[in-house]
């Protein structure tokens, strides 16, 4: 069949009746019906009205609205929607009542379902109902804020905390439990596993398991704990596409007389292809040339720009450094000048709320200017993995109430993000991560309640038409094998964790294996860390700030080096200490109280120059011959083969020309990734044990004041109740005592802003 046949009515009737009956027997599974479906829809529009209620029905789409089926199979598909309502008091499609049966009568359950299935919705319904604690597991910090904004939007019930940590707060008015985690974050569920009650463990993602490295182990490693030590909890894995979701059972070595899996492939939003040619001109193509023939059909207008005219939305999907280049204005400036600034006061309190927390302005060419800032005024929107944690929340609230036109984005809306498009333009095509476009290509496309046949475009190069239809023809398979079976050796950090997942000698309390506590515990370290508390505790003020003298910061910073020379056991390399020593400045910041737009602001200050620029700026003078300081790039450590530092900024670069949006993503990762994920563990484990070696009081304050970035009680509870520096800024004043039982506020409380109070008014009365 070639699509422009479709063109031809009495053709596409015929097309639509073997179409529906195909559905009807075998259901939604085949995305080509769905492709056949939509390109009626574009073509005769008023063929599918005439046969909408028959269609939706067929379709398992009984959230929509159904006036009268024409049909005595659309009869029988609604008495079946009938009798779901009426069993479960809500509307679900078959496969989501399957998804809750197989939840309800077994003690683990696996399953696959492509990304336009409501398998969220199913999922929420299941964390909602239950009586009792639940978990959910993801596998990024960006799908925990999912879950979290749309938990606390739909479970109104104050008497439920729903947390993105595990612990045991609110207790005189909590009555249950929802903690949304990553695999790392479950350490202190089994540290704490007597005080709850889990119901349900929900491994939401559950492809994670297959990522190579620590996560992967760790995921296996959680989930056998679960079973293990938890035994009461049922589990439920949920992966997209996968075609053998049973593995999650058999490699982890779960019981399978309590177990069941199942592969669903009906889907609740369709696809189309096109293709853009090197001319600009785009094309129709089929995904399935043993459906569509190979031929295109011409496209006589710009999807993408009608698309945007319209107040659609569009994502391109495009590398990182494309995005920190700045490459991609250039490349999609025709779609950029599309969009004009919005005007609506909720977009623009969006926008505030994200300036006054990144420090960004949004005026071209003054200082702190942030181009992300200013494109979100125009409903354009920038994606990544280096996007600070609360700057993602709020571009993705950003998204959901419908103020995106287009969306840059790297592969950070692979790992199940619900943000869908009306087209998807796929700048990379790499064949390796087959799982990631099939993701992609699921965000084409919303699910509406509307009398019509739901679904979206997506848009590649004419280059890389026939890889594309390659990579949708291949299956995607979970390891039957789990990595903590497997014999590969990589380096000594990850076999030393290894072994610890294995031989279950990993420490909770620390995040740390046995032979690493061992390396902290070593009295040779003793000095060093003396050196580090004697001179920050004589410089701390009443305030808390830590108030170093250049010689004193220097000799901190090299105490430092030589701490985690000593905890390597080799030498480091010239750009691991200029990593450290970029890492120790900002945690300095940090334990002073600084927020992150204040961090950020004092970077951008150091690096271009601003007070030599201002100076020069006064008497008239240019600064064009002033160069950016140099200030070294984050990167993962340990990394022994970084022989020399890397800087952030290209070299030359003129200091009036700093990105201030750039700073704010390295100034992100440093906290996140290098001090949050990686040292604050060893720093905290290695005060800890000095503390038991020599006991010492200021040996507790700084591990305090590396896990927290605090030592002040108060200020420890606010921040175990989900609240930012930031936050405790601005409440500290209003709340009265803050301890396990709840928060006690004053009452000038109640006059602050919706905005101020957002983030403890589940714990308020």
Not at 118 to 128: N, R
Request: charged share 25%; hydrophobic share 35%; with cysteine.
């Amino acid at each position: 069949m070639k699509i422009e046949e479709l063109k031809n009515r009495d053709f596409a009737e015929d097309m639509l009746g073997q179409t529906l009956s195909s559905i009807y027997k075998i259901g939604p599974v085949k995305p080509t019906d769905y492709e056949v479906l939509s390109y009626i829809s574009i073509f005769h529009p008023d063929l599918i009205e005439q046969h909408i209620d028959d269609i939706n029905l067929y379709l398992g789409l009984f959230y929509k609205e159904i006036i009268t089926p024409k049909s005595l199979q659309g009869c029988v598909q609604e008495m079946f929607l009938e009798c779901i309502a009426e069993h479960f008091g809500k509307t679900y499609t078959p496969v989501q009542t399957s998804i809750l049966n197989n939840s309800e009568e077994n003690k683990i359950f696996s399953f696959s379902a492509p990304t336009s299935t409501g398998k969220s919705h199913v999922l929420f319904s299941i964390i909602e109902d239950s009586e009792r604690d639940v978990v959910v597991v993801v596998p990024s910090r960006a799908l925990i804020n999912e879950y979290y904004l749309r938990l606390c939007e739909e479970i109104q019930d104050k008497s439920i905390n729903i947390l993105t940590y595990v612990d045991k707060i609110n207790t005189a008015k909590c009555r249950r439990n929802i903690f949304v985690l990553t695999p790392e974050r479950c350490k202190d569920l089994f540290r704490l596993k007597d005080q709850f009650s889990i119901d349900v463990i929900i491994f939401d993602e559950a492809q994670l398991t297959d990522e190579k490295g620590k996560r992967g182990l760790f995921f296996d490693a959680i989930v056998r704990r679960c079973n293990r030590e938890l035994p009461s909890s049922k589990i439920i894995f949920a992966h997209p596409f996968v075609i053998n979701p049973e593995v999650q059972i058999t490699k982890n070595a779960l019981s399978p007389d309590q177990s069941i899996s199942e592969v669903y492939n009906q889907r609740n939003v369709g696809q189309i292809f096109m293709c853009e040619k090197p001319n600009g001109s785009f094309s129709y193509f089929g995904s399935d040339i043993s459906v569509f023939s190979n031929k295109q059909l011409a496209c006589d207008y710009d999807p993408i720009e009608e698309c945007i005219k319209a107040n659609g939305s569009v994502l391109f999907y495009v590398s990182k450094n494309s995005i920190i280049s700045n490459a991609y204005l250039n490349v999609f400036s025709k779609y950029i000048k599309l969009c004009p600034e919005i005007e609506d006061p909720e977009l623009l309190d969006i926008i505030e709320e994200l300036r006054e927390f990144t420090g960004g302005g949004t005026v071209a060419y003054m200082n702190y200017y942030s181009q992300m800032l200013a494109l979100l005024k125009r409903g354009i929107v920038i994606h990544h993995g280096s996007l600070p944690l609360r700057a993602r929340m709020l571009v993705e609230k950003f998204t959901r109430k419908h103020f995106c036109r287009i969306c840059f984005a790297t592969s950070t809306l692979e790992q199940g993000i619900n943000m869908p498009f009306d087209i998807v333009y796929i700048d990379r095509l790499e064949s390796r991560k087959h799982l990631a476009v099939k993701n992609l290509i699921g965000r084409a496309g919303r699910s509406s309640k509307e009398r019509k046949i739901d679904f979206g475009i997506v848009i590649i190069a004419s280059t890389k038409v026939a890889k594309l239809r390659s990579l949708l023809t291949q299956t995607v398979m979970l390891n039957m094998q789990s990595q903590l079976e497997d014999n590969e050796e990589l380096d000594d950090d990850y076999n030393d964790f290894k072994d610890a997942i294995l031989h279950d000698t990993f420490s909770d309390q620390f995040n740390l294996t046995q032979n690493q506590i061992i390396k902290l515990s070593d009295e040779n370290l003793d000095g060093i860390l003396r050196c580090v508390l004697d001179k920050f505790f004589n410089n701390i003020e009443e305030n808390g700030n830590v108030n170093l003298s250049k010689e004193d910061t220097k000799m901190v910073v090299n105490a430092f080096h030589q701490f985690y020379s000593n905890y390597l056991g080799r030498e480091l390399q010239l750009g691991e200490k200029s990593t450290l020593t970029t890492a120790f400045h900002i945690m300095i910041w940090r334990i002073q109280g600084r927020t992150f737009s204040t961090i950020c602001h004092s970077r951008y200050a150091f690096l271009s120059r601003e007070k030599e620029r201002a100076r020069l700026d006064r008497h008239g003078q240019s600064t064009d011959h002033i160069l950016a300081r140099f200030t070294q790039k984050y990167v993962e450590l340990p990394n022994n083969n970084l022989s020399s530092p890397v800087s952030l900024f290209p070299k030359g670069l003129k200091a009036k020309d700093v990105d201030y949006d750039i700073i704010t993503y390295d100034t992100y990762d440093y906290l996140d990734k290098l001090i949050g994920l990686y040292l604050s563990d060893i720093f905290y484990a290695a005060f800890i044990k000095y503390n038991e070696r020599c006991p010492d009081d200021r040996a507790v304050k700084m591990a305090d004041l590396i896990k927290y970035g605090t030592y002040n009680t108060k200020y420890i509870w606010m921040l175990r109740y989900g609240m930012s520096f930031e936050d405790i800024e601005l409440l500290d004043k209003y709340i009265e005592s803050i301890d396990e039982r709840g928060i006690i506020v004053t009452q000038d409380f109640a006059n602050l802003p919706p905005k101020a109070k957002e983030c403890i008014d589940r714990f308020i009365e």
